[in-house]
């Protein structure tokens, strides 16, 4: 069974930084697409940043040069670290695993429960 457990959200002030982490299992990150997604609630789902198997990553607009994807195939875990984090990133952040290089969420096969991010 494929599992995605997320953890490392919280609450923080604008400018902080936050550092998240998803673990997966029953599967290696190795072979995937991995991603982060984020929603606020009664908005559509939006990708945050993407990370395919060669390691080549994508960013939204609105992250790019503040948040930075990575993975580490050995734990099989992947991070997102936010940097100089703005109240428009509160969101609930979602990792997900999927089989095409992509930042649209119709590509992705797998998805973890959340984590919630306040910027206050």
């Known amino acids: 069974e494929v599992q995605l457990v997320e953890s490392g959200g919280g609450s923080v002030q604008a400018g902080g930084s936050l550092r998240l982490s998803c673990v997966a299992s029953g599967y290696s990150i190795a072979n995937y697409c991995m991603a982060w997604f984020r929603q606020v609630p009664g908005k559509e789902r939006k990708a945050v940043a993407a990370i395919a198997e060669d390691g080549a990553t994508s960013y939204a607009a609105a992250v790019k040069g503040r948040f930075t994807i990575s993975k580490d195939n050995a734990t099989n875990t992947v991070h997102l670290q936010l940097n100089t984090l703005k109240p428009e990133d509160t969101a609930t952040y979602y990792c997900?695993?999927?089989?095409?290089?992509?930042?649209?969420?119709?590509?992705?096969?797998?998805w973890g429960q959340g984590t919630q991010v306040t910027v206050s």
């Open positions: 997900a695993a999927g089989t095409l290089p992509s930042l649209n969420s119709a590509h992705f096969d797998y």
